[in-house]
């Protein structure tokens, strides 16, 4: 048998090439064709981006928050991650609807998802615990009301006021209520920063008194009476609008013609009606 090679035959050059496949012309396998999955998020990126783009209602609704400390004059301050939890109710029995039952609070918190808040300022302290100014991300600026071991029943019972029978003065007569948080051995009420407290009542103008007393008349309305309207406790904002705060001493109320704290309040605002 002869092993000399022979040259191939036309027909078999022409079929070679037409069986002949191209790299380009291979089809991707399915896996090929997937989108490449995008490297992960840091977790520490994602909490700052989440807190740049909170809006109100985002901190009104957020499940859990972190609460840290910047004080330029403190090398080292602790923060506390913190579960929204049910205020607590006055127990007094009243035309107003009970709340839920309170909320379990949660073992184990969400850090990725926990609603980062920076306070950078003592603004207010006393039996009660202490009150810090502090901002979540660049636009909204918040007020946090840290309680004491035993003060913390009082926080728990002004929020309830907050969030029930004057809900709906949130925002105008009242500062924006965030919620009351509970974690690490702490509790904290969050609102919006609403301005400064007023020097006195002889400092404003009558419009400025009538607007207050309007106010407090909006509270009464609803069934509560303040019991603490010292200056202190009514703060002008700077777009001139003013706002009541602290409901610690609030109590369900019915107002009648002879109201107590309207009519003592009519005489230190010098307004009748």
Not at 79 to 85: D, K, Q
Not at 113 to 131: C, N
């Amino acid at each position: 048998m002869s092993l000399v090679a022979q040259s191939p035959s036309p027909f078999q050059i022409l079929l070679s090439i037409m069986l002949r496949v191209d790299e380009d012309d291979i089809l991707p396998s399915n896996s090929s064709l997937r989108p490449a999955r995008p490297d992960p998020i840091p977790t520490e990126m994602t909490r700052r981006v989440i807190s740049n783009l909170a809006s109100a209602k985002d901190v009104a609704s957020a499940p859990f928050i972190r609460l840290s400390f910047d004080f330029p004059d403190t090398p080292y301050y602790p923060g506390y991650t913190m579960a929204r939890t049910e205020p607590a109710s006055p127990g007094l029995t009243s035309h107003l609807p009970s709340p839920p039952n309170p909320l379990p609070l949660k073992s184990v918190f969400r850090n990725d998802h926990a609603l980062e808040t920076v306070l950078h300022q003592v603004i207010g302290g006393g039996s009660f615990g202490s009150t810090y100014l502090g901002n979540i991300g660049q636009d909204i600026q918040i007020v946090a009301k840290f309680a004491h071991e035993d003060t913390k029943t009082d926080v728990l019972r002004e929020g309830w006021f907050y969030q029930y029978p004057l809900n709906s003065l949130c925002g105008t007569v009242l500062p924006s209520y965030f919620g009351v948080f509970q974690g690490e051995g702490r509790t904290a009420l969050l609102v919006a920063y609403a301005g400064t407290p007023i020097k006195s009542f002889d400092s404003l103008g009558e419009s400025a008194r009538q607007d207050i007393l309007n106010h407090i008349a909006s509270l009464h309305r609803l069934g509560v009476s303040h019991n603490d309207l010292a200056p202190r406790n009514i703060l002008a904002g700077p777009d001139g609008r003013y706002t009541i705060i602290d409901l610690g001493v609030a109590a369900l109320h019915t107002c009648s013609d002879g109201c107590y704290e309207m009519t003592e309040m009519r005489k230190l605002l010098g307004v009748r009606h």
